[in-house]
């Protein structure tokens, strides 16, 4: 391996371009699994880094919730104070301003005073088409091909195979080294 392409950070190489992991420094492991022994101890190794991101993910997930909880309150303080005084600070606020002013300020925050846009809604949709212009009308088509039985399937891709294909899947694997009794709380 060309070192020179790597950063060195800990006991880890990152690509310099990419910053992604490239592997450990020791090189514990060579570029080939050439014995039972070099694989026994990749899913050892596998087993280890799988039981490491379980661990900081727990604890990432117990500190992202606490905070949740500390922010949750924040808002309902900040809720009740809103549904509380809005109304009366809003009152106030609309008393001190003057000519065409239309935000008054303070050294702690400021109450905006805006008339939005009118908001145009359709209660009925089948009504309103011959309703409107032609233009303004979009109509979408979509085949639901969960519907389509897998023997319809494969005739229509026979039939039609300038219309319809198929994939042709490749195998698939998963390793594990952890197990659902790991990972339950």
Known sequence: MDTSKFDVIGDSYYDIETGEYAGPVDG??????????????????????ETELK???????????????????????????????????????????????????????????????PVFYIAEDERAVDLVPKEAVKIELSILKSKIPKEVQLTLVEEYPDVFSMSDPDETFSLKTLTATDTEE
């Open 28 to 49: 514990w492991l060579g570029e080939e699994l050439a014995s039972e022994a070099d694989v026994l101890l990749a899913m050892q190794k596998l087993l280890q880094y």
């Open 55 to 117: 661990a900081q993910q727990l604890y990432t997930q117990s500190v992202a919730e606490r905070c949740k909880s500390m922010v949750k309150e924040k808002e309902r303080k900040v809720q009740w104070l809103q549904a509380r005084y809005g109304v009366q600070i809003a009152d106030f606020a609309k008393k001190q301003l003057t000519g065409k002013a239309k935000t008054w300020k303070c050294p702690w925050g400021q109450v905006s005073f805006r008339k939005p846009s």
